[in-house]
Every structure is written in structure tokens, then in C-alpha cells.
């Protein structure tokens, strides 16, 4: 083979599709930068160690032995088949057949046996994957939040996987009978070699290229696919389990704006009629109500969830047919993100309010006041989102800034202040039960 | 029974003295008539153990949990820094307490406000007594008892706590079984993030019901919690079983005090 038409093809969709992709995660990065800033890169090698576990390791897709099992199939098949694709660049790029072949030898056979393997496993889990979603039904996957795009966009990635593998095999089968075939025959493909048996020398390099090109076209597409998918996953569950909370899961942070003032109040030098320094930025918003009062960790949860749904399988609330779903809370924020960045980009790189906002227009406030702070949702997500965070920082916006809890919440929370207790028992008799020794 | 009576910070510091430990009860340990009973059998315990133990008496203060979780954190932050200045002014070293919504926000949430403290949960507390000799328990009354455990969310999954409860299970030699739903999985009694004061959103189910149907499937003889919330809301869960007469809700403490005489 030599250097022509189609290699100049090939380099161009090449580059068109990194650019396109380039863009597409420039704006993702972009939308999660909309959230303030926050520190997390303490403690790096236990940071590092915890990537590798949850997301190299999958540690947590695992608690769910079936699902964990078929996912590391696809996993593993995805990260190792796609060493091929090395070969796939530098063949196309430069005109070359299988430019790995001679110089690995049997080596090269093995690899490509393994991979053909891999293919196969890849299939099963698709398949069985998509038997749990359409035929199986899994409750999980028909909650609300998965109505129309969410459900095509999971049967679409497995469909989409399925073809690239069978690209993959049918490519090598048609080389089976090849006389001019570098390597092979494989120990998949060979069987399917049946299906051009009877084709020219000719017709079966024409069909070899046509899957090669389907494979390689295909995987550009679907790179390309992932900015606007829940696919996404598998590049942001690394950074997100990098800077995944590391406390205590009962350790919520303590707001810094609020200990200020509350040092302030209590600083018995401070003058309280004391006007603003001059300068001094409006004081921030307390809590969220858009997505711009979360932090970009908390958005790029967003855009790390898969949408599997485990936090709302979990969730007491949703279990008991309550409106709060974990998954929604995280879809909503992405949705929001989207929106806003899209805004933005209308509107030549400033935002213009669009007299909507998170809170009400995508996560109601029955949703936000039926959690219990469990944690459920926390322990349950395989690659540690935090749908907790955001829902208290919603709830402090409600509290903080619109003094919108139910009766029953600021009448608890009356008697905290008065007594110093969250009913109304006077402070003097807090040790009367000691007196019952 | 000890004749003994527990002091408060107030009168140990006119007396010069320094506890080892300083009780926290909390508001539901103070007010609720049910946690009292928790309450007083592990001020119990602790005097029979020989404890060197104090409360805090009229100075403590709501921890401010339910107000941090509502979304109040000025609220919070007011009670957190007023409790720190007290437990601060005593020199308080290490606290003891059975309610796990205080212990979580004790242990986590104070530090960052300048109250750091040895922080303990009654059930890890009563593990090392126990475990060290310095409590003993005589004549098993509670042998063979069947019993279940409901993990407190501020205990278990907030914390990581899920073998203190379980080995005083095992120390008290009950039938122990465990539910479906159990440990990192628990499922929450549906009172935590200020929900005990509330009435919950619309549903098809309360959630205490839901946990008390699952604890109810291992056919216990008693549910044992670890915390006062939780202790209430599967209370409510088997009466609304009508199974009150069968299956009793207590607290680890309670079960530690009634598995047999107790000597230091």
C-alpha cells in the first residue's frame, strides 16, 4: 500500500475530529468553571491512590456484582482494544497494512487473539447490559429523570459499542482468506471468515476496508459523541474521583462567609453599626440557587455521572415514592450548566440573566426538603459524586437567603436559638434526668 | 446500683477537679422521655465502671445538627462557637455521647471552629470499657436473645463506625442477625437532616416503616439502635406494627445495663 487519496481522508477526519471534540470539551471545562473556586489538592498520594482504586480499580462498581462484572468486561475491552488503535492511526496515516505485524511476529497474532477475545466479551456485556435496561427493565433505569433522551442515550452507547467490535472482527475475517494477509488467521474472526468465502481477492480487500474504515470512522464519531452524552464518564471519573471528598462523609463543611460574620457578631470589640470598607466586593451569596453559587466540583460531578442511578436506588426517600431522586439532582445541574454555557456563548462570553435558575426551574424545593443527609447516595455512586453537597448548599440558599423553610423547620429552629434545644424545654432543666439516677 | 450521682463542669471546677470525660447527653438525651431512659443507663454504666465522668449540665447547648442540616448555618455556627467557648473555658480533652448526629458534628464540624476534642460514641466508648476490664458483665440474662441492628447514618456510613455496636452485640452474647440492608448499606430511619422535625414530603410510605418492615423480616426479639432519633422512629415503626408487645427498640447502653450485674 502507498501513500494517496485516502490517506489525505484519513488525516483530515482525523483532525477534524480532535478539533470538534477539542471544542466541545473546551466548553464542558468552561461550564464547570462556571462554579467558584475550591481547594482540593491536599493529601495527593492518598488522592492518587484513591483514583486508582475506585476508578482504575472500579472498586466500587463491584459492591453490585453483576453490573460491576459485565462493566470491567467492557472497561478492560475498551482501554486494551484501543491499543489497536495505535496501529489504526499509523496505518492510515501513512499508507501502511498492519505496519505492526512483522516486526512483533507472533507476538502481534497473540495480541490480536486477545483482542478479538476482548471484542466478544465486549459484546456479551453490551448485550446483557441492554437486556437489563430494555427487556429486564431494571427499576432503576425507568425512573422520570430517564424519560426520552437519558434512556436513548444508554441503548445508543451499547448499540454503538456493538458495532465498533463487530467492525473490528468483520474486518479481520474478511483478511482470513486474504492471500496478501500479513498475519492472522485469528482466533474469533477465522469463524466468521464463512461470511466472504466465495469473494474475489479483490471483493475481500474492498470489504476489509470498509470495516476498517467503518472501525476507525467510527470511533471518531463516537469520541465525538461524548461531550453531549452521559459517556462522558469514562474521562471524568478519573479527575472526579481525584478530588472527591475525603472527610468523613458526616463532615459538611463549614461555611467560611458565615464564620466571619458569626465571629463578628460575637466579638464583643466589633462594632456593629460599622459601615462596608470602602471597595469591599457585595457580600457573596449564601448557598446556591444557580449553578454559579456551586463549586466546580460539584459541576463537574455533573458531568462525571453515567446516570446509572445506583444513589437513587439507594435513596430512603425515593424508595418510598418520595419526588427526590440523587440522579436528577446531578442531571439537573448538567442541564442547567448547559443552558447557562449555551447562554453564554449567544451572548459573546458574558451571561445574561434568563430569569431562570436552578433552584424552582430544574430541582423543586419538595425534592431538596425530602433528604434525609444519609449519605446513601454518597456511598452508592461508583465514582464518588456528591449529590449531598449540592443539596444542602440549596437548602442553605433557601434558608439563608429566602427564610423559606417550612413552619415546622423555623419553629425547630426558634427553639434552638431561645433554649438551645430543638424543642421547647428550658435550658435550666437539661440535667433534671440526673436526678432520677 | 451506684448511689453516686453525675456532676456537672460547674461543680467539679469549684472543686479543683478535672474529669476524664465529659458527658454529652444532647437535646433529645435531655428532653425526650424516651432517650432519658438511654441516658440514665449509661450515666449508670459509667459511674459502676468507676468513671471519672462530668456533664455539662445546664451549659450545654444544642450541638446546632439540626439547624446545619435544615440549611441554617449561621445558626449552627452561632451554637458551635458558643458550645466551643464553654467546653474550651473547661479544658475539655475528650467527650463522650449517645446521640450520633452530636458525635458527628463534635468530632467533624467543630475543629474548623476551634473546638478540638477527643470525640467518642457512647457504643465505641462502652467497647473499650468493656475491653479493657474495667466494666464486667455477669449472668448473660440476655443470652440467645435475638437481636437486630439499625445502623445510625451519623454512626455508620458518616463515620465509618459499624464494629462497636456489633461487638457489644456479640459481648452480651445475643442471637445476633443482621438485615438485609445493613452496614455501608443501612438504610436510614428517615429522622436525619432536620427530617425528625417535620413532616416529610408526600410519598407512598414513611421511611421508618420501610426500615421497621425489613428490621421486622429477621423476626427479632429486639431492635437495637445506637442513637435517640433513630431509637424513636422504629419505636413508632413496630407500634405502627402493633408488634410493641413483642419486639422491644433499645439502645446498645440499655442492652449493655440489662445483660446482667455489671462490676467494675
Known amino acids: 500500500m502507498s501513500f494517496g487519496i485516502a490517506n489525505i481522508i484519513f488525516l483530515a477526519a482525523l483532525v477534524v475530529a480532535i478539533a470538534i471534540f477539542a471544542k466541545n470539551v473546551g466548553k464542558i471545562r468552561r461550564n464547570i468553571m462556571l462554579g467558584k473556586d475550591v481547594n482540593r489538592t491536599n493529601n495527593k498520594s492518598e488522592r492518587w491512590k484513591n483514583m486508582g482504586l475506585v476508578a482504575f480499580g472500579q472498586s466500587k462498581m463491584v459492591k453490585r456484582p453483576i453490573a460491576g462484572f459485565f462493566h470491567i468486561l467492557i472497561y478492560v475491552g475498551f482501554v486494551l482494544i484501543n491499543i489497536e488503535v495505535l496501529e489504526i492511526l499509523i496505518d492510515g496515516i501513512f499508507g501502511t497494512h498492519r505496519i505492526l505485524a512483522s516486526p512483533l511476529g507472533a507476538v502481534y497474532t497473540s495480541a490480536i487473539n486477545f483482542f478479538e477475545v476482548l471484542a466478544v466479551l465486549v459484546i456479551v456485556a453490551c448485550v446483557v447490559f441492554l437486556w437489563r435496561r430494555n427487556v429486564q427493565r431494571l427499576p432503576r433505569f425507568h425512573k422520570d429523570e430517564m424519560k426520552g433522551w437519558p434512556t436513548k442515550d444508554g441503548n445508543y452507547i451499547l448499540v454503538i459499542e456493538i458495532v465498533l467490535m463487530f467492525a473490528l472482527l468483520l474486518m479481520n475475517a474478511s483478511e482470513a482468506n486474504m492471500e496478501a494477509a500479513v498475519a492472522g488467521p485469528y482466533i474469533v474472526s477465522q469463524y466468521l471468515a464463512s461470511f466472504f468465502s466465495g469473494m474475489s ?212 429552629m426558634t427553639n434552638v436559638e431561645n433554649n438551645g434545644a430543638p424543642w421547647q424545654f428550658p435550658q435550666d432543666d437539661r440535667a433534671n434526668w440526673a436526678s432520677e439516677l | 446500683m451506684s448511689q453516686q450521682s453525675i456532676p456537672s463542669m460547674a461543680d467539679l471546677m469549684a472543686q479543683g477537679k478535672q474529669p476524664d470525660v465529659l458527658f454529652w447527653v444532647g437535646c433529645a438525651g435531655s428532653f425526650d422521655d424516651r432517650a432519658k431512659k438511654i441516658t440514665k443507663a449509661f450515666a449508670r454504666i459509667l459511674l459502676q465502671a468507676g468513671v471519672n465522668v462530668a456533664i455539662l449540665g445546664k451549659e450545654e447547648s444544642c450541638t446546632g445538627d439540626p439547624a446545619k442540616r435544615a440549611g441554617n448555618e449561621f445558626l449552627f455556627q452561632m451554637q458551635a462557637m458558643t458550645n466551643i467557648e464553654v467546653l474550651n473555658g473547661y479544658e475539655i480533652k475528650k467527650i463522650v455521647t449517645t446521640c450520633p448526629h452530636c458525635f458527628n458534628t463534635l468530632k467533624n464540624e467543630y475543629p474548623a471552629l476551634g473546638g478540638n476534642y477527643e470525640v467518642m460514641h457512647h457504643t465505641q466508648y462502652l467497647k473499650d470499657l468493656l475491653e479493657s476490664g474495667k466494666l464486667k458483665i455477669e449472668g448473660g440474662k440476655l443470652k440467645g436473645k435475638r437481636i437486630t441492628f439499625h445502623d445510625p447514618c451519623y454512626l455508620g456510613r458518616a463515620n465509618g463506625e459499624y464494629e462497636a455496636p456489633r461487638k457489644l452485640i456479640e459481648t452480651i452474647e445475643a442471637e445476633f442477625v443482621e438485615m438485609r440492608r445493613c452496614k455501608s448499606k443501612g438504610l436510614c430511619c428517615g429522622a436525619g437532616g432536620a427530617q425528625m422535625f417535620k413532616e416529610p414530603e408526600k410519598g407512598n410510605k414513611d421511611i421508618n416503616i420501610e426500615r421497621t418492615e425489613e428490621a421486622l423480616e429477621t423476626e427479632p426479639e429486639i431492635i437495637a439502635s445506637a442513637c435517640p432519633f433513630c431509637n424513636t422512629m422504629m419505636s413508632d415503626g413496630v407500634k405502627n406494627k402493633e408488634k410493641e408487645g413483642s419486639i422491644k427498640v433499645l439502645d446498645l447502653a440499655e442492652l449493655v445495663e440489662m445483660a446482667g450485674d455489671l462490676s467494675s
Open chain 1, 201 to 412: 481477492q479483490e471483493g475481500l480487500h474492498t470489504a476489509e476496508r470498509i470495516f476498517w474504515w467503518t472501525h476507525i470512522i467510527g470511533i471518531l464519531a463516537f469520541l465525538n459523541y461524548l461531550p453531549f452524552s452521559k459517556h462522558f464518564h469514562i474521562i471524568l471519573a478519573f479527575p472526579n474521583t481525584w478530588y472527591a471528598n475525603l472527610n468523613p462523609k458526616g463532615k459538611f463543611a463549614n461555611n467560611e462567609t458565615v464564620t466571619k460574620e458569626v465571629k463578628m457578631m460575637m466579638d464583643p470589640n466589633a462594632d456593629p453599626y460599622a459601615a462596608p470598607a470602602e471597595g469591599q466586593a457585595e457580600p457573596e451569596r449564601f448557598g446556591a440557587k444557580d449553578v454559579m453559587d456551586l463549586d466546580w466540583i460539584n459541576i463537574m460531578n455533573a458531568y462525571a455521572c453515567t446516570e446509572c442511578g445506583r444513589c437513587t436506588a439507594e435513596c430512603p426517600a425515593n424508595q418510598t415514592g418520595k419526588k427526590l431522586s440523587p440522579r436528577k439532582i446531578m442531571m439537573d445541574v448538567r442541564d442547567r450548566a448547559e443552558i447557562v454555557g449555551a447562554n453564554i456563548d449567544a451572548n459573546k462570553g458574558s451571561f445574561q440573566d434568563d430569569g431562570k435558575s436552578l433552584l424552582d426551574d430544574h430541582i423543586s424545593r419538595e425534592e431538596l426538603w425530602a433528604c434525609t443527609t444519609c449519605n446513601a447516595c454518597v456511598e452508592a455512586c461508583p465514582v464518588q459524586i456528591d449529590p449531598l453537597d449540592i443539596i444542602m448548599k440549596m437548602r442553605q440558599y433557601m434558608v439563608m437567603e429566602e427564610s423559606s423553610a417550612a413552619q415546622e423547620l423555623n419553629l425547630m
